[in-house]
């Protein structure tokens, strides 16, 4: 089984890297914290997602420190989900949120999964450009949130 191959894309002062060895925790949960869908997020939460996943790191090599992330949950073959997309501030608005959704939907161990989802608030046309419509038969989806 593949599911350890690495991937990974360079662009000017930027790389993309599947390397779960080149994950930043510390960076990953300070981005995390800006976000409005796990600001709340733990520390070992955020931690074990990240080890059950397929990470991208997004990387400015010129200053070698992680500056993005997106996650991907998936079994390889049927079903991924797109989540945890982030880019820090400070990058935003050079293309690189684009970057990223290009690289993980190029990435070889992804290719032939059958059906994709993600969920946002307020980037619908990024994703857009990529192909993902609303769901098509979102009353047929279910969700269960024990407590606290």
């Not at 991208?56 to 010129?62: C, I, P």
Request: aromatic share 10%.
């Amino acid at each position: 089984m593949m599911n350890d191959a690495i991937y990974e894309a360079r662009r000017g002062g930027y790389e993309i890297s599947t390397d779960p060895a080149r994950l930043d925790l510390d960076r990953i949960v300070a981005l995390m914290r800006t976000s409005y869908w796990a600001a709340e997020r733990t520390r070992e939460s955020t931690e074990a997602s990240l080890r059950n996943s397929r990470c991208f790191g997004l990387y400015d090599t010129s200053h070698e420190r992680q500056i993005g992330l997106t996650r991907v949950v998936t079994d390889y073959a049927t079903f991924a989900w797109v989540c945890d997309v982030i880019v820090d501030e400070e990058y935003r608005g050079n293309g690189l949120g684009v970057w990223m959704m290009e690289t993980v939907l190029a990435d070889p161990r992804l290719r032939g999964v059958r059906r994709w989802t993600l969920a946002t608030r307020n980037a619908h046309a990024l994703y857009a450009r990529f192909g993902f419509i609303p769901l098509a038969k979102p009353g047929n989806w279910m969700e269960i949130r024990p407590g606290p």
